[in-house]
């Protein structure tokens, strides 16, 4: 999990320093639900929507960058149900189908509880190694876009593939450390971080020039000087397997029947 092939590693990008080339599956938090895709559409019809109750999340809030937005709730009961599907603070959701495909925003603090729809995908982070506003940048960025299109299925309306398509992703990751001064970095130099915004806003063509220069810029590690006292995002990375397998085995069997999201 997590171990790119060195005749794949020959073929990206070279990173700076420190820095190494993972998948996204390996920066997920210890949860088997860490990487979910929301129901089969059957399982929220319109016909069990009620006028208050547990909100149901949909693909407005990461087209849009706003999880205040609601149409839809269920009953606790359904909720009960559908729990697995729950989203909690500092989860990212992203938009899986349509013309808004690959959009992304963070469920904050003060969030309504409720669960994702089957447009959606709910993903929690290992923050031990990754920070999540560089996550977020990350994800917006060109080398991360491109490959959420190049794994897109569909003829009129493009989706993305399943799940296990998605976790093998290729992640570029920084130290730990560094990975808030190259935030603060891009802010700065992209006029507080609005550009990108903006662009995906207007149209997913804006992918082919949103800022490559500091891009680049950071993929050489010219834009935030290396430290010789970081720890090694390999290091980190492979501490962080070890971990995630012993955790693996305590979890163990006997886990009950479960509603299945898409993509699995």
């Not at 129901?39 to 809030?61: D, H, N, W």
Request: glycine share 8%.
């Amino acid at each position: 999990m997590g171990v790119i092939d060195k005749s794949i590693l020959t073929r990206l990008p070279q990173l700076p320093d420190k820095w190494c080339w993972t998948t996204w599956e390996s920066i997920l938090a210890y949860d088997d639900r860490a990487f979910k895709r929301g129901p089969f559409g059957s399982a929220l019809k319109k016909s069990i929507f009620v006028s208050s109750g547990y909100k149901v999340y949909e693909q407005y809030c990461p087209i849009n960058d706003d999880c205040s937005y609601v149409r839809y709730y269920i009953t606790p009961q359904k909720f009960e149900e559908l729990k697995e599907f729950a989203v909690k603070a500092g989860d990212f959701l992203i938009s899986c189908s349509g013309v808004s495909l690959g959009r992304i925003t963070q469920v904050p603090q003060d969030f309504e509880e409720g669960v994702i729809n089957q447009a959606l995908l709910r993903v929690r982070l290992h923050n031990d190694v990754i920070d999540d506003q560089f996550f977020t940048w990350l994800f917006r960025s060109p080398i991360f876009q491109k490959q959420i299109f190049n794994n897109a299925t569909g003829s009129a309306i493009s989706n993305v593939k399943g799940v296990k398509e998605l976790k093998a992703m290729f992640v570029p990751i920084p130290p730990l450390e560094e990975q808030p001064v190259i935030v603060e970095k891009l802010l700065c130099q992209s006029n507080g971080g609005d550009i990108i915004a903006e662009e995906l806003q207007e149209s997913q063509k804006s992918l082919s020039y949103l800022d490559q220069s500091i891009l680049a810029k950071t993929f050489r590690g010219q834009l935030v000087p290396q430290d010789p006292n970081d720890e090694p995002a390999s290091v980190l990375l492979e501490r962080i397997r070890v971990e995630r397998e012993k955790v693996g085995k305590k979890k163990g069997k006997g886990r009950g029947k479960r509603v299945k999201g898409l993509g699995e």
